[in-house]
């Protein structure tokens, strides 16, 4: 007995589509169902680098030691084998577990590739997370960090965005050149760690300083300073030899010439400068040298004490080659115009008293005096020079009143409150009294503090009286 179907062939056709269907939906979700179970770390990193490429995503490398390092179990225990943390991260990153065992077997294969990637990436503590896009490049590490593994998941998450910066600084200076692109470029590296640039990123570095040669931008300096400086310290010894064994004319013209050509700071060309003025000094040349202390006054950055001292030094040499007059007019002007004109004043006050003009100079001693409270180096010379003025105008009493005072003010450092009392027993020496002169140098050696420098004070006092007979 036979049956004819009596089910119209249009709607057997329909059912043997939606068969179809059926057997590719339960196929593609069988796949889906297979990628979304390929979170967490794989040992085979090649495989793991293919898949991060196809499915760009950046690539963690987890460098461990599991069966030893305790750190490392640390991090497995609160992180690693969280399935949340698992699954959020696999979205961005592809995983791959490098492991160093010391106590179980591992397959050859596997430890060469491991040491691979640990030469690579010169890992020398474990554990350590490498963050590096797909093509290998890194741009975060990371390591063990307490908290648990949400905040272990923002750490990464975050560290991601340096990458993502990365890329679109790069695309963004694509279009750029000169100055935009130098910034675009320096934008593009600026976050990461410093050790991952000069390592991955030398040729962006590189790029970033020929962009900004001449530090206009001051991106030069930034990514450059410290090859600029060790080339500057070359650069200084060569220049300090030839200012020795040259001609000073020659020397001078040599100097002028790398002076032009090179950004050395103002502590670098304040002693470029000093040798230079040291050759003008023998070549006899007064106005290249006042010319050379002009330079170095008038430095940027040279301020305060500092361009007091070189105002002062100017003077004296002046005064040396015959230009007293002129020296004291400077002098003058300078005192005006400084605040605080300590050096300046004690530079006048000496000049006056060299003239014999004692009771003007202990004028502008005192006047450095008011304010020199906070300033122990000077106030010293100051109370030196006062004591000597005074002793000079036949005041005894009052220039050792004055060492004394300064010597018996514990807010002044000891080594310079003994430098006070030698100072007195010199000027009592003079007078004939010896005892007394004793008594204070042996002060003196009990003022200062540490053993060295009692030793040293002992030394000094030793000389003193051998030269003086007692």
Request: net charge negative; with cysteine; hydrophobic share 40%.
């Amino acid at each position: 007995m036979s049956f004819t179907s009596t089910v119209p062939i249009e709607i057997s056709v329909d059912r043997f589509k939606v068969g179809i269907v059926t057997t590719l939906l339960f196929f593609l979700t069988g796949i889906s169902a297979l990628v979304a179970q390929e979170v967490g770390f794989t040992e085979d990193a090649p495989s793991a680098i293919k898949r991060a490429q196809v499915e760009k995503k950046d690539v963690i490398f987890l460098f461990t030691g599991s069966d030893w390092c305790p750190p490392c179990k640390k991090l497995e225990k609160e992180v690693l084998s969280e399935k949340e943390f698992l699954e959020e991260i696999s979205k961005q990153y592809v995983l791959v577990k490098l492991d160093f065992l010391k106590n179980s077997p591992q397959d050859p294969e596997l430890v060469k590739q491991n040491d691979g990637y640990s030469k690579k990436y010169g890992i020398d503590s474990f554990p350590t997370l490498v963050l590096a896009d797909s093509k290998l490049v890194p741009f975060a590490f990371a390591g063990y960090e307490a908290g648990g593994f949400l905040n272990y998941l923002d750490l990464l998450q975050n560290a991601r965005k340096l990458r993502v910066n990365r890329d679109a600084k790069l695309a963004a200076a694509k279009a750029e050149t000169g100055e935009a692109r130098a910034r675009l470029l320096d934008e593009a590296i600026s976050e990461m760690r410093q050790e991952i640039i000069g390592v991955y990123y030398p040729e962006i570095v590189e790029e970033i300083v020929a962009l900004d040669k001449d530090n206009a931008l001051g991106l030069r300096k930034k990514w450059n300073g410290a090859a600029d400086a060790e080339m500057r310290k070359i650069i200084m010894t060569d220049l300090m030899m030839i200012s020795r064994v040259e001609k000073p004319a020659r020397a001078i013209q040599f100097i002028d010439e790398v002076v032009s050509q090179f950004d050395f700071s103002s502590t670098e060309l304040l002693e470029i400068f000093q040798w230079k003025l040291n050759l003008a000094r023998q070549l006899k040349d007064n106005g290249m040298t006042d010319s050379i202390l002009d330079q170095m006054i008038n430095l940027e950055g040279v301020v305060g004490e500092t361009r007091q001292r070189l105002i002062v030094k100017k003077i004296y040499l002046m005064v040396g080659s015959g230009r007293r007059d002129q020296a004291m007019n400077l002098l003058e002007a300078s005192i005006a115009k400084a605040q605080g004109a300590n050096y300046l004043n004690l530079a006048k006050g000496s000049l006056l008293a060299a003239n014999g003009d004692f009771k003007n100079a202990i004028e502008c001693f005192d006047a450095a005096l008011l304010n020199s409270k906070n300033n122990p180096d000077i106030r010293i010379d100051l109370i030196g020079a006062k004591a000597d003025c005074l002793y000079a105008m036949d005041d005894q009493e009052g220039a050792l009143r004055e060492l004394d005072d300064f010597s018996e003010d514990t807010q002044m450092p000891a080594d310079l409150r003994a430098e006070a009392l030698l100072h007195k027993a010199m000027i009592m020496r003079e007078q004939k009294r010896t005892r007394q002169a004793r008594l204070a140098e042996n002060r003196a050696i009990e003022t200062v503090e540490s053993p060295k420098e009692k030793a040293e004070m002992q030394k000094i006092v030793d000389r003193l009286r051998e030269k003086v007979g007692g």
